[in-house]
């Protein structure tokens, strides 16, 4: 089955800037045909969107809070997703995971949705102090 690893979360005050990895391996997937995206979760809240990106990198969606400081970006030879955070800020603190959309070459205007992707990874966890 797909696998998806997140990487390059830490301890950093406000301000500062983190780059977020996440690599995909295994299985059948054909990771260039798949929007990919990042999802945080602060400790006793839902997950929710941060930033998506369609399977071209033609598309990109972004959370109203993170826009103008947070970049997606993909590399389908290297099957990586990458989110450059700059400017974090407290409320940005939660575990951070990225996930592939269910559908093949698919895009929609609409907020992303949880249940709209699958083969979510293990998390990095992102601190942010004032």
């Known amino acids: 089955q797909v696998q998806l690893v997140e990487s390059g979360g830490g301890l950093v005050q406000a301000g500062g800037s983190l780059r977020l990895s996440c690599a995909a391996s295994g299985g059948t997937f054909m990771f260039s045909r798949y929007t990919m995206g990042w999802f945080r979760q602060a400790p006793w809240k839902g997950r929710e969107p941060v930033a998506a990106i369609s399977w071209s990198g033609d598309n990109t969606y972004y959370a109203d809070d993170v826009k103008g400081r947070f970049t997606i970006s993909r590399d389908n030879a290297k099957k990586m997703v990458y989110l450059q955070m700059n400017s974090l800020k407290p409320e940005d603190t939660a575990v951070f995971y990225c996930?592939?959309?269910?559908?093949?070459?698919?895009?929609?205007?609409?907020?992303?949705?949880?249940?709209?992707?699958?083969?979510w990874g293990q998390g990095t966890q992102v601190t942010v102090s004032s």
């Open positions: 996930a592939r959309d269910l559908y093949a070459i698919h895009w929609s205007t609409v907020v992303p949705g949880t249940n709209d992707f699958i083969s």
